[in-house]
């Protein structure tokens, strides 16, 4: 990715706060189907040209939204200093047309048809829909990449938390927050039952697990606001090697989940074999100790 590349916020979306998350899961699963909310409905916000303000970022991510790693389940599975590894979840047009071309073109097809205007901004379940044109996606954002969001300085205050429009060529740009680039998204079931209703190795979730074109996740280094129409300016990139697509390969890929199975199983062979020849051993000098000692 070019540092001068043009990486705009399309779309900024928060999920509602009354889905239970702060019950058990039964119980939240009660409450979300009593609402008819479906999976990775979100609510699309912070749009300039709809007179609505922009939205605040902590350190778990929106402050008007509850994601997972602020819910009631999160706590029981994750430490809290790592709750702000999944603050924030990104997608890209890019890898969201590659979705959708691999869910119409998986063969044997998926159980569902899905039409192709199921694919729009959010769709994933998204917090920031980015824009940086056909060059930014899981294959050239790396982890541990850092954004500064950036905003027209005319923009960036206004009364009453209200926006002002600027002239693009004139107004200066101010960091309003800044954000790194954490991991690759591992889909819940939740995304095949979205996108085909195809289970297994041909899901859709696992074709996002192995390809990085889920998302990824970012950390919040430095909390602030964002919108739509905010930029995002590449800072660092100390791992250019390591993109997400290359990482979710790594660690999600069928082929390289075998063999680290495969690995794991001629640990545990090789160690068995060893106790076993040791105790062997031990046996053997003990019967064989009186004749030394002769």
Known sequence: ??????????????????????????????????????NFARIRTARPDHGEPPEAVGRLGLTDSVEFCKSYRASLVQRPQHAGERALLVQTPPDLHALRDYVAAVDPPMRTAVPAEAFVPGACGENLFVDGGSDFHAGTVCVGDEFEVVRRESDAVGPAGTTVSGDEATSERVVVCRLQVASPRLPCAHFDEAFGKTFGLRGARAQC???????????????GTVREGDCLRLAKRPHPAWTMRRIAKLLYSNDHANMRCVCVCVCVCVCVCVRVCLCLCLCVCARMRPFVLC
Request: proline share 4%; net charge positive; glycine share 12%.
């Open 209 to 223: 697990a192995r390809s990085g074109m889920g998302g990824w996740f970012c950390r919040v280094l430095g909390t």
């Open 1 to 38: 990715m070019d540092q001068q590349q043009r990486v705009v916020i399309a779309g900024v979306f928060k999920r509602r706060k009354d889905l239970g998350d702060d019950l058990p899961r039964v119980e939240m699963m009660e409450v979300k189907r009593s609402k008819n909310h479906p």
